[in-house]
């Protein structure tokens, strides 16, 4: 079983929709959870910190869930902008991540 | 110059070349990371280094020299490579957050061909 493991996706989704995309881990002692974005032959980039909390940033909104070793990202009202890879990574306290596949987000007008 | 910077960005090389991959950071940032992005695959972690001390070797083919002579600096040497070699490696750096572990900044990359 893999570390990190994401929706397989791809994601088509029309202008405006909601999408969520998942991502389970397997290391109960993780300690850190975060969501990266990733333009195609570009490198990736921070997009969200996932917090126990759950936290928002405009459009998105990330959740975890330790008890089912899972965490969420949701974009809502897409843009076209918004196509992308979208990946997931885990963290552990000896400053290592472990990254998702990623899923593809491709948002169509 | 800002962030995390890499060169070269290209590489085209024979496999009895020796190269090596630079990359610097602007951030004040204490770790720093070597990555392999092969096409279709994830993202394969090479190499961590905190404070200029390596504290992870994924496995990494002898044919990958790392050295971080400073918390800004880190390279990669390369020699006796293989076709399946060609990837884009991606250096990252990182910060140490309050909650233990670490979101990371990543260079533009080399994308690197092995002939």
Not at chain 1, 44 to 62: C, H, I, Q, W
Not at chain 1, 78 to 88: E, P
Not at chain 1, 101 to 109: N, R
Request: glycine content about 6%.
């Amino acid at each position: 079983r893999k570390e990190v493991e994401q929706d397989p996706g791809p994601f088509n989704v029309p202008e405006g929709a909601t999408v969520a995309f998942n991502c389970t881990y397997s290391n109960s002692a993780s300690q850190s959870f975060f969501w990266y974005r990733q333009d195609c032959r570009k490198e990736p980039k921070l997009l969200m910190s996932v917090y126990s909390s759950g936290n928002e940033d405009g459009r998105f909104t990330a959740q975890l869930n330790r008890a089912s070793q899972y965490i969420s990202l949701l974009i809502r009202d897409s843009k076209l902008s918004d196509s992308a890879t979208y990946l997931c990574a885990v963290g552990s306290n000896a400053g290592k991540s472990t990254f998702g596949d990623g899923t593809t987000l491709t948002v169509k007008p | 110059e800002t962030g995390v910077t890499q060169t070269p960005r290209h590489l085209v090389m024979g496999m009895t070349n020796k190269k090596s991959l630079k990359c610097e950071q602007h951030l004040g940032h204490n770790a720093m990371y070597w990555y392999k992005q092969s096409a279709k695959k994830p993202l394969e972690l090479m190499f961590v280094y905190n404070f200029k001390e390596q504290t992870e070797n994924n496995s990494v083919p002898s044919r990958f020299s790392p050295e971080c002579p400073n918390s800004s600096h880190l390279f990669l040497h390369l020699h006796t490579l293989q076709p399946e070699d060609s990837a884009l490696y991606l250096c990252a750096s990182s910060p140490k957050t309050d909650r233990g572990a670490y979101e990371q900044y990543f260079g533009p990359g080399t994308r690197l061909t092995v002939t």
